[in-house]
Every structure is written in C-alpha cells, then in structure tokens.
C-alpha cells in the first residue's frame, strides 16, 4: 500500500515546540521533493515548507514567509522519513499538517505551493497551539 503517514502533532502553548514527521510507506522519497502544507479551520491550505535535493547529499529548502526562522524540514533518507522542526509555535500555526511527495517540480520558488505538483499525500497531523 503506498502512503505517506504524518505523525507528531498534539497540543502545545505558544512558544513550545513540536517535531512532525513524515513517513513514505510503499514508496520512496527518491524523487526532487518533499513539502508541508497547513490547513487551518475555514482557511485554504496553505504551503508552509519544502525540501528539494539531488545527486549525492545536496538539497535545498524554501519556507513561507509565515514560517521562516522558526520551522525547519529536514529528510533521513535511511528512514525515508522527512520532518518538520517548529519552535516557537503561535496560536497562528494551529492547523492540520500535511506532508506531499513532488514526482518533479517545475517553475520557481514561487511555484511550489501549487498542489498539482504534488502525487501522494498523507492524511495529515493536528497542530494546536494554545495562548
């Protein structure tokens, strides 16, 4: 069965910190990239971080403004696992997180928030960050 599994959400205060993770099941992380999308309650969802790599151990990371400093993914490729880092969590950030696997990218920076760059989603992880 192929999926991804996001795991690592809960109930945090403002401030805190929290580790997702991203876990490909019957599929491989062997492609140019992975991306953490958001969706908060009544709001679209939105992009909130991607990782793209290559050849050899070179990769790149592109964030949303909302996000930056503060989140950071990163991949195992031994586990063929990718995480989302967030530290200093706001109430802003409470949404369902969802990890997506790109087969390929194409345009810029500013496209990699359109969903149809994305095959594979997981089911997604609360967030709830209290005040």
């Known amino acids: 069965q192929v999926q991804l599994v996001e795991s690592g959400g809960g109930l945090v205060q403002a401030g805190g910190s929290l580790r997702l993770s991203c876990a490909a099941s019957?599929?491989?992380?062997?492609?140019?990239?992975v991306a953490w999308f958001r969706q908060a309650p009544g709001k679209e969802r939105e992009f909130v971080a991607l990782i793209k790599w290559w050849s050899g151990s070179g990769s790149s990371t592109y964030y949303a403004d909302s996000v930056k400093g503060r989140f950071t993914i990163s991949r195992d490729n031994a586990k063929n696992t990718v995480y989302l880092q967030m530290n200093s969590l706001k109430p802003d950030d409470t949404a369902v997180y969802y990890c997506?696997?790109?087969?390929?990218?194409?345009?810029?920076?500013?496209?990699?928030?359109?969903?149809?760059?994305?095959?594979?989603w997981g089911q997604g992880t609360q967030v709830t960050v209290s005040s």
């Open positions: 997506a696997r790109a087969p390929s990218l194409s345009g810029s920076a500013s496209d990699y928030n359109k969903e149809t760059q994305y095959d594979y």
């Open positions: 019957g599929l491989t992380f062997d492609v140019p990239a």
